[in-house]
Nanobody
Framework: QVQLVESGGGLVQAGGSLRLSCAAS????????MGWFRQAPGKERDFVAA????????YYADSVKNRFTITRDNAKNTVYLQMNSLKPEDTAVYYC???????????????????WGQGTQVTVSS
């Protein structure tokens, strides 16, 4: 069992930056692949970024490449999402998920993740 708690969301002007954090409980955090997804009102939950257990491999949606950076600190049981050059279309509730890689793990599919946090709101004003 893993419990996830996101923080760091807020209101920011276009072009600004935010850093989201996702703190995980449990001693097996380093075994999990971690992902960030977002959901805008009336839309599906979309993939944003993901990172493998060691942090050696990262994955990004095309819409956030070169603007967002995902990292993890296994000693602190925390995954981060640094978001720069924010746009109004980045406005959404951001969720972090934890999944157990086995066989082929599709990092960009939310169905692959077993545990989710409660989400944190990010609002980007124009």
């Amino acid at each position: 069992q893993v419990q996830l708690v996101e923080s760091g969301g807020g209101l920011v002007q276009a072009g600004g930056s935010l850093r989201l954090s996702c703190a995980a409980s449990g001693r097996t955090f380093s075994r999990y692949a971690m992902g960030w997804f977002r959901q805008a009102p009336g839309k599906e939950r979309d993939f944003v970024a993901a990172i493998n257990w060691s942090g050696g491999n990262t994955y990004y949606a095309d819409s956030v490449k070169n603007r967002f950076t995902i990292t993890r600190d296994n000693a602190k049981n925390t995954v981060y999402l640094q978001m720069n050059s924010l746009k109004p279309e980045d406005t959404a509730v951001y969720y972090c998920g934890a999944g157990t890689p086995s066989g082929t793990f599709d990092y960009n599919q939310h169905s692959q993740y077993d545990y989710w946090g409660q989400g944190t709101q990010v609002t980007v004003s124009s």
